[in-house]
């Protein structure tokens, strides 16, 4: 993508509205998708952070989306259920119920 600026004119507003640049240099890695993010809030709400199964329309959580929170630590294992051993039932950890919440 190309983004054409007028330099002075972008400093000039920059300055005008105070604005300062930041580090931007977090890996999109360490940010939640959308998705991943409205899975994580759904388990602030639950006894024990329990992170839900199916989404609002009642279809099964893609697992794709369970999986990236388990490997960024956001989520973790809770138990195996015994009628569906397939099904991955998982609880918020401390650091994603920071993640969920601060954004």
């Known amino acids: 993508m190309t983004v054409l600026v007028n330099r002075d004119f972008a400093r000039h507003y920059a300055r005008s509205f105070e604005l300062n ?19 994580l809030r759904r388990g602030l709400t639950q006894p024990g952070g329990k992170l839900p199964l ?12 369970v999986k990236r929170c388990l490997a960024a630590g956001w989520a973790q294992p809770w138990f ?24």
Do not use: M
């Open 21 to 39: 640049s930041f580090n931007d240099n977090v890996l999109e890695v360490d940010l939640p998708t959308i998705s991943e993010l409205l899975y």
């Open 54 to 65: 199916f989404d609002l329309d009642g279809q099964e959580v893609h697992i794709d989306i």
């Open 80 to 103: 195996k259920n015994p009628l569906k051993p397939d099904w991955l039932v998982c609880k918020l950890t401390e650091r994603g119920r920071q993640v969920a919440s601060e954004r």
